[in-house]
């Protein structure tokens, strides 16, 4: 399992519980692989934005060949969503916010409405606009063996500032969880015909700036938690067990 956030300390404590862990020196950062639970795991820091979550996860997954990948990390919750401070939930799918139409009113119109896919169809698997799906294998382990909820989580390039804008967001496009990740991750993987899943601890309201009302460390622990007990009943799960060989070239590790 490749196990990505955007920054280290949103690995910290995965890393802790790793056994046998070793660095080893990544095509995009530092890589630690280890053993959490009786689960083979590579983790490693992105970087910040778009272009970091999937040159990060290309060049690794191409490299290690993993059976699937998740992403963990922290995001803001929209007002609407029913979610606060230290919640995780899962992603169902990934909505890219920034490419398409920009309407005078600020309001986006997807790429669709352009005619053109931000992936075409491959394999089997459909053109891909603005909204791509997680694996719905490890969307059922997580909300049967977890209990996580599965929502829409968005991806920006910049933060949304202003908590009334953020639930216009929220109305507009029925998301929950806002990143600078997300969506680049699960397009690329989609890409690759790699299994991905993303798990977020909710450190703030969407457009809230003062830092007092944060709980990055509450989130922080909350989705590595998450992602440990996936990791740990990844070998008890038949849908897990389903998941065979990866879909990417890489070597063995």
């Known amino acids: ?35 959490i639970g009786r689960t083979r795991v590579a983790l490693t820091a992105s970087g910040i934005g778009k272009a970091n ?18 992403q963990v990390g922290i995001g803001g919750a929209y007002l609407g969503s029913f979610l606060s ?51 719905a294998g490890l969307q059922h ?24 804008r953020g639930a216009a967001l929220q109305r507009a496009h029925d998301v929950s969880i806002e990143s600078m990740e997300g969506a680049a991750a699960a397009q690329v993987a989609d890409r690759l015909g790699l299994a991905f899943a993303e798990v977020r601890g909710v450190s703030n309201l969407v457009g809230e700036r003062d830092k007092r009302l944060w709980d990055i460390r509450g989130a922080v622990q909350a989705s590595c938690r998450a992602v440990r007990a996936l990791l740990e009943a990844w070998h008890e799960h038949p849908t897990t067990q389903a998941i065979r060989g990866s879909a990417v070239p890489g070597e063995a590790w």
Do not use: K
């Open 85 to 135: 401070n230290g919640m995780v939930a899962a992603a169902s799918e990934e909505l890219q916010l920034d490419l398409g139409v920009r309407r005078e009113d600020g309001a986006l119109d997807g790429l669709d409405v352009l005619g053109f896919a931000a992936t075409p169809a491959r394999d089997g698997r459909p053109a891909r606009f603005n909204l791509v799906p997680t694996h």
């Open 141 to 164: 382990v997580m909300a049967e063996r977890l209990g996580l909820p599965l929502l829409r989580f968005a991806t920006l390039d910049a933060i949304t500032v202003g908590v009334d």
């Open 1 to 35: 399992m490749l196990v990505l956030a955007a920054t280290e300390p949103e690995l910290a404590p995965l890393r802790e519980h790793m056994r046998e862990a070793r660095e080893i020196r990544g095509p995009w950062d530092a890589v630690t692989l280890g053993t």
């Open 53 to 70: 979550a999937a040159a990060c996860l290309a060049a690794t997954a191409l490299a290690l060949g993993p059976r699937a990948a998740v």
